[in-house]
């Protein structure tokens, strides 16, 4: 049967973990309590180093914009996809990554089974209504074996989670407000991405949802 829209912001038992693989795990509404902590952190780090669309290698505009926190940020232009150490717009450090965010961080990978979880760069991802990621793999990290946490702020979305190879089915995922997802180990390098946002206002946020992912890239 298909699963319709509701099904997929309604699990079962919407406070429990959902797993949606071995090691890859929909921790909903963790970080609601640390929503406040978290949005100060959040406008001090976009005063600092701007929202912007990068452009993909080839060469064309990237519709969600993004910047980021941490020792190492994503970037992206024409010679490719890697991090950087700092911004390219200010040739100055990224800023500090908060330690709110490595808490909640840390405390979600733990509950997915990772301990120890020390990010050292987090990405943010900002989407306005119509804006999508098309699948793509992590796959511009050191090490593999540790974890990805993304946290999910504002309007909800639709997260395409996919196999090992582009064509392999996939699942969709709804991620709220406050959602926390952790992925690693044999999940790591699946396929994802996220369908056209819908429009909507958030009453915290607006019209946008932005998306935290903290990672361990040195
Ligand atoms: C997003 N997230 O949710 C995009 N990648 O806006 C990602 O691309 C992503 O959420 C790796 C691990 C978790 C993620
Ligand atoms: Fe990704």
């Not at 099904?7 to 429990?16: K, R, S």
């Not at 996919?162 to 709804?174: L, W």
């Amino acid at each position: 049967m298909m699963q319709t829209e509701l099904d997929l912001f309604n699990p079962a038992n919407p406070a429990e973990p959902q797993w949606i693989g071995k090691q890859a795990v929909v921790l909903p509404g963790l970080a609601l309590a640390w929503v406040d902590a978290l949005l100060p952190e959040l406008r001090q780090i976009i005063a600092c180093a701007p929202l912007r669309h990068m452009v993909t290698p080839g060469g064309l505009n990237m519709a969600v914009g993004l910047t980021n926190c941490g020792t190492l940020g994503w970037i992206s232009d024409r010679r490719g996809y890697r991090y950087s150490p700092v911004d390219p717009l200010s040739q100055q450090p990224w800023p500090a990554l908060p330690t709110v965010f490595s808490e909640l961080a840390a405390l979600a990978a733990s509950a997915a089974g990772f301990a120890d979880f020390q990010p050292d760069a987090c990405l943010v991802n900002c989407y306005q209504p119509g804006n999508r990621l098309s699948l793509h793999q992590d796959r511009d990290e050191h090490d593999y074996s540790q974890p990805i946490v993304s946290v999910s702020l504002g309007l909800p979305a639709v997260f395409q989670f996919g196999g090992h190879s582009r064509n392999a089915p996939s699942q969709r995922i709804g991620l709220r407000h406050g959602d926390v997802m952790v992925w690693g180990g044999e999940d790591r390098l699946r396929f994802h991405g996220v369908l056209p946002l819908k429009p909507g206002n958030h009453p915290v946020l607006g019209s946008r949802r932005i998306n935290l992912t903290l990672r361990k890239a040195g």
